[in-house]
């Protein structure tokens, strides 16, 4: 009887945790139709949409709730950082990029999070 019992309990912890991780994981699809799955620890950077653009884009991200900051960084050609904008929604989040007074270009975008590089993309922006 008692091996019964620790096998249930056993199989009732196993369902727990399983819901638990499921609970934990987000589902999302991007603007290029793929499917982006994440859990609580990993912050993610998807791709702008529109790409290229003229007037303005949205780029979105992911970042789980125990963060302490992130930011997000776009730099020229060469290197020199264009704008930043601290990032303050955890979760599935955007922000939208308004390309007034941004030259025409190639530019790259980065998320950087409690001071570690998560991804770096390409954007372009026509005329």
Not at 1 to 23: D, E, H, N, R
Not at 26 to 38: D, E, K
Not at 50 to 58: E, G, K, L, R
């Amino acid at each position: 009887m008692k091996m019964i019992k620790t096998v249930l309990l056993f199989q009732l912890l196993l369902i727990g945790v399983a819901t638990s991780l499921q609970a934990q994981t987000t589902s999302c699809q991007s603007p290029n139709t793929r499917t982006v799955v994440a859990g609580v620890g990993s912050p993610q950077l998807l791709q702008n949409d529109p790409n290229p653009f003229s007037a303005s884009t949205i780029i979105r991200y992911y970042l789980p709730i125990n963060i302490s900051n992130a930011v997000l960084k776009i730099t020229d050609s060469n290197g020199r950082v264009v704008t930043s904008y601290k990032l303050v929604n955890t979760g599935y989040s955007h922000i939208d990029i308004e390309a007034g007074g941004i030259a025409p270009g190639v530019y790259n975008y980065t998320l950087i999070v409690d001071d570690k590089v998560i991804d770096t993309m390409k954007m372009i922006i026509s005329k």
